[in-house]
């Protein structure tokens, strides 16, 4: 698994798609996708973030949703936005969705083969 991250509209996507060849359709786009569908056989999962986000208000463990992925799709490339730098929200569940998905990030960091930090559609290699 490759983990790539940077900030909002940094280029991420384009990115990853010059690095590794991808072609367009094997990305699964979590922002405007039904969770769960197609997951499985994704080569590039974007916007990670926000399956997160929709795991936790449907209820669901996004911990173990993304465990359970990365067992059936270890080879998966998973691009995700940094959501913790700012101010910090006044709504509990804004600032339990930054924390999970913090500490998601860091447990996937340790575990990837690749870790890149996109800024500016500039890759920086973090492992």
Known sequence: MDLYIGGRAQGKLTYVLQ????PL???????EAAPGCALAETKILNHFHILVK???QSGE?????TRNLLSTNP???LISDEVGNGIVPVDAGER???????????DLAE???KVERV???IGQKIK
């Open 19 to 22: 690095k590794t060849g991808v």
């Open 25 to 31: 359709g094997n990305v699964y786009d979590a922002a």
């Open 54 to 56: 929709t795991l936790l």
């Open 61 to 65: 463990n996004p911990e173990e949703v």
């Open 75 to 77: 080879g998966l490339i």
């Open 96 to 106: 339990e969705y930054r924390e999970r998905l913090g500490r998601i990030l860091c």
């Open 111 to 113: 575990k990837a083969e």
């Open 119 to 121: 800024l500016c559609g």
